[in-house]
């Protein structure tokens, strides 16, 4: 089993809509998850972190995360066709000390 | 400075040449990494740099030789590539390895 599994997509949703994108990982000691955004052609950018289980909120992106299912999500709201992109989810501080990104979600936004 | 910088932005290399790669920040961070990128892919970690000492090698191939002169700067040299080594060649930055990452614009390198 893959250390950190993104749902595969691509997903596409309505300008407006809101959109889920989700990550599950299989090291309980995973202490720390990131959402990384990327655009074709360029690096990833660090747009959520979060250490917590529950909610963490920053402008129209939500980050949740659920540690006794091992689960990660990111929710943006208001979703605008500059939000396409490929989005990473990415665990860090497990037992065996894996540095590890999921294989991305392709999320377009239609206006 | 927020910054992780990388050059140069594009290298085409032919299999017998010899080139380097630079990445540098300025925010005080004390872990930097090389990460591979192809297309449609995650980026794959190669190397770890913890304190200026290489923590993590992800079994990379010889070819490829790491170097961090000091706490700001890495280097990733290359001798001998192959076609398919031509990727995104990411560096990046954190306070300390289990945190968050920041990642440089990427060098773009071709080898012929």
């Known amino acids: 089993q893959k250390e950190v599994e993104q749902n595969s997509g691509p997903l596409s949703v309505p300008e407006g809509a809101i959109a889920s994108l989700n990550c599950t990982y299989s090291d309980r000691g995973s202490q720390s998850f990131f959402w990384y955004r990327q655009y074709s052609g360029k690096s990833p950018e660090l747009i959520m972190s979060i250490y917590s289980n529950g909610d963490k909120e920053d402008g129209r992106f939500t980050a949740q995360l659920n540690k006794a299912s091992q689960y990660v999500s990111l929710l943006i709201r208001d979703s605008q066709p500059s939000d396409s992109a490929t989005y990473l989810c990415r665990s860090s501080g497990g037992s065996n000390y894996k540095l590890t990104f999921g294989k991305g979600t392709l999320l377009t936004v239609n206006p | 400075d927020t910054e992780v910088t990388q050059t140069p932005k594009h290298l085409v290399m032919g299999m017998t040449n010899k080139k380097s790669l630079k990445c540098e920040q300025h925010?005080?961070?004390?872990?930097m990494y090389w990460y591979k990128q192809k297309a449609k892919k995650p980026p794959e970690l190669m190397f770890v740099?913890?304190?200026?000492?290489?923590?993590i090698n992800e079994s990379v191939p010889s070819r490829f030789s790491p170097e961090c002169p000091n706490s700001s700067l890495l280097n990733l040299h290359l001798h001998a590539l192959q076609p398919e080594d031509s990727a995104l060649y990411l560096c990046?930055?954190?306070?300390?390895?289990?945190?968050?990452?920041?990642f440089g614009p990427g060098t773009r390198l071709t080898v012929l």
């Open positions: 925010m005080g961070h004390r872990a």
């Open positions: 740099y913890s304190y200026e000492k290489l923590s």
């Open positions: 990046a930055s954190s306070h300390l390895t289990k945190g968050e990452q920041f």
